[in-house]
């Protein structure tokens, strides 16, 4: 059987076509290049002297899975930096060869299950109920409510567990009981400085860090000489303090657990398998990024052309026989590769936004020693 192999110069007409998954076959530039590396190639592994035992289509696809391992390396590193800004994106947003603005937006939704407990946001809705007081001899045994018997939910809570998170149980603050703007001085305030002076008049005399003072020690006092209002929460059995002289409806806020638990699931972007980085457009890959394509075409080629090679371990030739450099050109070829992955990681990580920062504070710390170091003009004027 007659198996063409690379026999001269290849033109870009050559490509289009004869690729394994015809990536970069629209775009010209790329044929271009295909043809101009196969060619390089094959000059650097001896050809016209030496006979190359590679198709044309072989040497076309070392290239192309040169660009598509460049791509994916580089891609890698991207998704490993921008993941976390780019959670929550449509999984066809192409964040190939763009830069990405960071923001805070997925930070504030890690923060949500913290806003659920704390009342101050989240995904969670906080849900009103309420229980109606009643008064009684037995004070004491008397203001213990069962929730599940005696509560009123704004919706039905049948068979599902609620959390209590807030109740309404507390008299109006003792500042705005005894003190009233809109009232004059009475005997009660004396004790707290205030029976020489309205408190409307005051304002523009004395700085607002003395009501406030005057203000807490006035809360102090309720609280540690007066009896506060106050409750128990144990299961679902709720006791006020103290006993109501009337009845009333005691308002509390509550959350459903299985809301809590329900998993929120979105058509987004959300780890490393979905988020849009994509082939690269060869075109817009720069010349370092082409050379190190280059190169590493022909370390691919060199493990090829050894598996080739490899099958014969020596051919014969007129009164002797010659070996085969097939071992040797597959052990060259995985060196070449290795390095020329570890290189480009090399230069990934070194420009990462943290050695990048860490190397911009080294250059700012640096001009500042020099400057230091520079004599100051001193002008008399």
Not at 55 to 75: K, L, R
Not at 111 to 134: F, P
Not at 236 to 262: G, V, W
């Amino acid at each position: 059987m007659d198996i063409k192999i690379y026999s001269g110069s290849i033109l870009p007409g050559d490509v289009s076509g004869n690729t394994a998954f015809a990536t970069y076959d629209t775009e010209v530039s790329y044929l271009t290049a295909s043809a101009n590396t196969s060619n390089w190639v094959a000059s650097r592994l001896g050809f016209p002297v030496m006979d190359v035992e590679l198709q044309n289509s072989q040497i076309f696809d070392c290239f192309e899975e040169a660009i598509s391992e460049y791509a994916a390396q580089v891609n890698r590193f991207n998704i490993r930096e921008n993941l976390l800004n780019a959670r929550g994106e449509a999984t066809t947003t192409d964040l190939t060869h763009k830069n990405i603005i960071p923001n805070q937006g997925n930070i504030v939704k890690l923060s949500k299950q913290y806003g659920v407990e704390a009342g101050s946001g989240g995904n969670v809705d906080w849900r009103t109920g309420h229980i109606t007081t009643s008064t009684g001899s037995d004070g004491y045994w008397n203001q213990t409510y069962d929730l599940d018997l005696q509560a009123v939910f704004s919706q039905s809570v049948s068979g599902t567990d609620i959390e209590i998170k807030r109740v309404f149980h507390q008299q109006t603050p003792a500042s705005a009981r005894r003190h009233d703007p809109r009232m004059g001085t009475g005997t009660s305030l004396s004790s707290f400085g205030w029976g020489s002076s309205l408190a409307g008049s005051s304002y523009l005399s004395l700085p607002l860090y003395d009501d406030l003072l005057r203000i807490q020690q006035v809360e102090f006092s309720d609280t540690v000489r007066r009896s506060m209002y106050s409750f128990e929460l144990v299961n679902n059995k709720l006791r006020i303090h103290p006993t109501p002289t009337s009845a009333f409806k005691m308002y509390f806020q509550y959350i459903e657990t299985d809301d809590r638990d329900t998993l929120i699931t979105e058509a987004k972007v959300s780890d490393f398998s979905n988020i849009g980085y994509f082939n690269m457009t060869f075109g817009a890959i720069n010349t370092p990024g082409r050379q190190w394509i280059k190169k590493y075409t022909l370390a691919l080629a060199k493990t090829v052309l050894g598996s080739v090679r490899g099958k014969f371990g020596s051919i014969p030739i007129p009164g002797s026989e010659t070996s085969m450099d097939g071992d040797t050109l597959r052990s060259e070829g995985a060196s070449e590769q290795e390095l020329l992955i570890s290189s480009l990681r090399e230069d990934l990580e070194a420009a990462s936004k943290r050695n990048m920062m860490e190397r911009e504070n080294e250059i700012n710390t640096f001009q500042q020693e020099m400057l230091n170091k520079a004599p100051l003009n001193i002008y008399i004027g």
